[in-house]
């Protein structure tokens, strides 16, 4: 659960869209803004992921008035033209997107498919960049905004088993520089974030023996294993009116596994 401490502020009727919001970190955000008064637009490609995250939302004071949830991939046009619209007609306006889709295919380079590399490409990069490009009509009915994509970490440092991955996360973070510079004259601001070791289902994925999690947890300077929570509460902030002076940035919450060594 997030933090009732949490300082999030400056979200009392925003609108944001976040994509990949029924789990992880998506959700997690989803939650922390409903909770800062914000009105949430989550995404998914599961009907089923879909009920019960607004079901787990809905659960914190009025919050079913103020979400939408909607059905789409974010690799089909077709869904994304959709998305827009519906905001539009709920909403008129986009005041933030945090462009969290993404799918995980963690693989030495030798046994990567082409369709694994299809996947990887059509979600996590082109996927991210048609989110951002179909919904600038409500960014702009808005006056601006902002927008916050998940990169990760491993652009930061190489991995053996995430070639593909981590070359599509190395492309959004390249996107949020380009678009920062393409777009700020729209008053639209666009940052990365760079989650580490999070505790999610992808990470489960990646490393499905829970005793492996000690070894990874060794690696992590600040010796614990992160949360979605803390992916939040950063998001959140890129997100605010807070940090209205930073764009082109990647922000890494990672506790300082790519830069740092643990202490012996």
């Known amino acids: ?6 300082n999030v502020t400056g979200f009392h009727d925003r609108v944001v869209l976040i994509t990949g919001g029924t ?16 009105h949430i637009v989550i995404t998914g490609r599961d009907d089923a992921r879909l009920d019960r995250a607004a079901e787990e939302l809905d659960e914190v004071s009025d919050h079913g008035s103020r979400l939408l949830t909607v059905r789409a991939d974010s690799a089909s046009l077709t869904d994304l033209d959709r998305l827009g ?13 945090f462009a969290n889709a993404g799918v995980g295919v963690f693989q030495r380079s030798g046994e990567v498919t082409e369709q694994d590399f299809d996947l990887s490409v059509d979600v996590n990069f082109k996927g991210v960049f048609f989110t951002i490009q179909k919904v600038l009509p409500l960014l702009d009915a808005a006056g601006g905004g902002s927008v916050v994509i998940n990169a990760s970490w491993t652009l930061h440092r190489g991995m053996a088993i995430a070639p593909v991955y981590a070359a599509t996360k190395a ?36 490393v499905p023996d829970p005793a492996s999690h000690d070894a990874i947890r060794a690696q992590v300077p600040l010796g614990r294993l992160g949360q979605a929570e803390d992916i ?8 605010s009116p807070r940090s209205s002076y930073i764009t082109a940035q990647d922000i890494v919450v990672d506790g300082g596994v790519a830069t740092a060594a643990p202490a012996s």
């Open 1 to 6: 659960m997030t933090d009732n401490n949490s």
């Open 23 to 38: 789990r992880g970190m998506g959700l997690a955000t989803a939650r922390l803004l409903l909770e800062a008064g914000a």
């Open 85 to 97: 619209a519906l905001i539009r007609d709920r909403h008129g306006r986009l005041d933030g997107v």
């Open 171 to 206: 492309a959004v973070h390249n996107l949020a520089r380009t678009l920062s510079s393409d777009l700020a004259g729209r008053g639209i601001r666009v940052n990365s974030i760079s989650p580490g070791y999070i505790v999610t289902e992808m990470l489960h994925t990646a």
């Open 232 to 239: 939040a509460e950063t998001v959140a902030f890129l997100l």
